[in-house]
């Protein structure tokens, strides 16, 4: 995939490492901006999804990039700056640990990985290679989540009282037969996959670590969890309850996160897709006007060039896996009520 130069750079030399659905839909997004991203490869080692790849490419008019099976044997043919990862879950861990270790910068799907010890795993890795590791969930990467975060941080709201939050999609059948569903693959269900949009987000406006924990999870039969109820306490003694129902009528997504500070209520989605704030004495939920989304691989873009700070580093990852971890420990206990350790501290890039 050849681009020209922009504004007189170089154009970033761009690996991908997965190749399916959600690649795919990135994939879509690059090809708009060939002035500034050149894919030189692809790590897939799935026949029939890199033939569905290489058929995206080709619908663009654009020639599709060497294809290498083994991620291994790509770092060690292409000459690259950064590496995209949207593979199966279980693989983000070792992958992104590789990459980074190859000096390649990295913009990487959600989950970031499969549990809070692999996350302290990946920070030390960022930290001691020097790299830049992006968590792509448009929550965090949104201004919306970026806006309302700095507002609570900034304390002209006062503290958070309580959040709810929920996510809903018809998840459980489409994803019947996939590694979606397999969890030695996915790490989890509905709450680890669309719902971790959910956790992250939640996470990432609390902006604190949680001290408490109790949840029920539920498969309906399924391979693994398609619904879940969790109710936890923030450090600063906030309340915090989240549902998640993948089980839904066909068709049906959506979310709402309401956070309750003394000051002012405010409300977004998971995905960062609106904002509306509530504030002291006001007439009501008011819109608010946000400058324009620049999307996954843009804001990683605008990250690395130093134009903005890092909006959902590793340390963020951090905390939705341990929430994680804390929900399916309490579920496997009968809703018991989860001690969380205080996180031990590293430095954010």
């Given at each position: 995939m050849k681009s020209a130069t922009s504004k007189g750079r170089a154009p970033l030399r761009l690996v991908l490492v997965g190749a399916g659905g959600m690649m795919r839909h990135h994939i879509t997004d690059l090809l708009k901006m060939r002035d500034r991203v050149e894919v030189v490869a692809i790590a897939e080692p799935d026949d029939k999804q890199a033939r569905l790849t290489r058929a995206v490419f080709v619908a663009g008019g654009v020639k599709p990039p060497t294809r290498i099976r083994e991620l291994d044997g790509l770092l060690k043919r292409v000459k690259a700056d950064a590496a995209f990862i949207a593979s199966p879950h279980v693989y983000h861990h070792d992958q992104t640990v590789a990459c980074l270790e190859t000096g390649l910068d990295v913009l990487l799907e959600k989950p970031m990985v499969m549990n809070g010890e692999e996350a302290r795993s990946l920070i030390e890795a960022r930290d001691r290679t020097g790299r830049l590791l992006v968590v792509a969930f448009p929550g965090s990467l949104s201004p919306s989540i970026r806006l309302a975060g700095g507002w609570l941080r900034s304390g002209g709201l006062g503290p958070i009282r309580a959040i709810t939050g929920m996510a809903f999609?018809?998840?459980?059948?489409?994803?019947?037969?996939?590694?979606?569903?397999?969890?030695?693959?996915?790490?989890?269900?509905?709450?680890?996959?669309?719902?971790?949009?959910?956790?992250?987000?939640?996470?990432?406006?609390?902006?604190?670590?949680?001290?408490?924990?109790?949840?029920?999870?539920?498969?309906?039969?399924?391979?693994?969890e398609v619904r879940g109820a969790v109710r936890g306490v923030l450090r600063s003694g906030a309340l915090v309850t989240l549902m998640a129902a993948g089980v839904c009528p066909p068709g049906v997504i959506g979310s709402q996160i309401d956070v309750f500070a003394e000051q002012a209520v405010i409300r977004t989605g998971i995905w960062g897709e609106r904002l509306e704030v509530w504030r002291s004495r006001g007439p009501g939920l008011r819109k608010v006007r946000l400058p324009r989304s620049l999307g996954v691989v843009d804001t990683f873009l605008a990250v690395r060039a130093g134009e903005i700070e890092n909006p959902c580093p590793p340390e963020v990852g951090l905390r939705m896996a341990r929430l994680y971890d804390a929900i399916v420990a309490s579920s496997t206990r009968g809703g018991a009520a989860i001690k969380l350790e205080k996180t031990r501290p590293s430095r954010p890039r």
């Open positions: 999609q018809d998840w459980a059948v489409n994803t019947v037969g996939t590694w979606r569903q397999r969890p030695e693959i996915s790490g989890g269900g509905f709450l680890f996959d669309t719902g971790a949009h959910l956790l992250n987000t939640v996470c990432d406006l609390a902006g604190e670590d949680f001290v408490e924990v109790s949840a029920t999870l539920s498969d309906d039969g399924y391979p693994v």
